[in-house]
């Protein structure tokens, strides 16, 4: 490639903050959840590349011919890749698309094919855009893309009104939160410049399992602790799991779950039968991944920010630890809990649009 800015580009990265700030120098998007790509476009040679810099490209051809056919002949535009089904993005589908089987991969170009959402631009021509403003980076994009053909213009808006409605009818659509951009500032590669307002909940599990810490002799510390809940027929379900706890904590919950270990009667001991297990054989894991069960009796709180898959769903995210709550039965820990976003077509998302669906 010939570009004023070749691959690898470490991408603009962003720090979670609790609320959508207030003020004018702000650029907002929503964020989505899909994978960070960074398109180099020079003539007919296009190179989707990764956030840690890694080339996409036999990943989503049907991604690489559809942006040959949209974007200008030199150009470098930050973005998302996606992949909605049922009016809605679904991250499942779009990981299965990592795929080491050639055959695979075109049947799902066909059956998934992913879409491209632009937000950003970082050259074009002969000229590099990092040191311009936000804003005007953004203007320059609009006049680039032409939304079509799996090629999207991300909305953007400067009032913080706007984008508070964008974070609460948009996670219908998929979407999970929103992004707050400088203004003024601007495009720092690798740097946390920007800002990320992210939807977090809580919720109360039951402690079914545990890992033993990848560092040390098992028995001694706690690497994670496998989390359940009770669908509406009682049946526990693996939802995720609760870790980062520092070393004399994992210590500690290796004494205390030492008596809660058990090699008998477990809800996840049993043959398959529509219940989530975990460790269980997926794209990303070849063999069944080891735990050590223990009878469901304590309850803690997690916080979290959204859900996966379809029902029983799973935590998207590792679970974060709030406190135990000894005053909740294991059998009242259900996915009631969890809330469900009111419905939202990805389509409206992508046109800007803030009526529900």
């Known amino acids: 490639m010939a570009l004023p800015l070749n691959p690898p580009v470490q991408p603009m990265l962003a720090n979670a903050v609790d609320k959508i700030p207030t003020g004018s120098d702000w650029v907002f998007e929503p964020k989505w959840d899909g994978y960070r790509c960074l398109v180099f476009r020079d003539g007919d040679e296009l190179t989707l590349q990764s956030r840690s810099g890694k080339p996409l490209n036999r990943y989503f051809p049907e991604a690489v011919a559809a942006l040959l056919r949209t974007l200008p002949e030199r150009v470098v535009v930050d973005g998302e890749l996606v992949v909605a089904k049922n009016d809605k993005l679904d991250f499942d589908a779009l990981s299965e698309r990592i795929h080491p089987a050639a055959s695979r991969v075109q ?22 855009l990092l040191d311009e403003p936000c804003t005007t980076r953004r203007d320059r994009l609009e006049g680039l893309v032409t939304p079509g053909d799996s090629l999207y213009l991300t909305p953007a808006t400067a009032d913080g009104e706007l984008a508070a409605q964008w974070f609460e009818l948009f996670e219908g659509a998929g979407l999970d939160g929103v992004i707050g951009k400088p203004a003024s500032a601007g495009y720092s590669p690798g740097k946390r410049t920007m800002i990320k307002v992210k939807h977090q909940r809580t919720a109360e599990c039951v402690v079914a399992g545990l890992r033993w810490h990848k560092d040390t002799e098992p028995g001694t510390a706690v690497g994670s602790l496998l989390l359940g809940l009770h669908d509406d027929r009682g049946v526990l379900h693996h939802v995720g799991v609760v870790g980062s706890f520092k070393a004399a904590e994992r210590r500690a919950l290796a004494e205390e779950f030492a008596g809660l270990i058990t090699e008998g009667d477990h809800p996840w001991l049993v043959e398959p039968d529509g219940r989530r297990l975990p460790g269980e054989v997926n794209r990303w894991r070849g063999k069944h991944a080891d735990w050590v069960p223990l009878r469901p009796e304590r309850v803690l709180e997690i916080a979290y920010s959204q859900t996966e898959g379809a029902a029983p769903a799973r935590l998207r995210h590792n679970g ?10 294991p059998e009242s820990c259900g996915y009631d809990q969890l809330d469900q976003p009111a419905r939202y077509d990805v389509e409206s998302v992508l046109r800007g649009e803030v009526k529900p669906a």
């Open 320 to 329: 974060q630890f709030r406190r135990w709550r000894p005053d909740r039965t």
């Open 107 to 128: 049947l799902l170009a066909e059956q998934t094919p992913a879409s491209f959402v632009a937000f950003d631009l970082l050259a074009v021509g002969d000229e590099v």
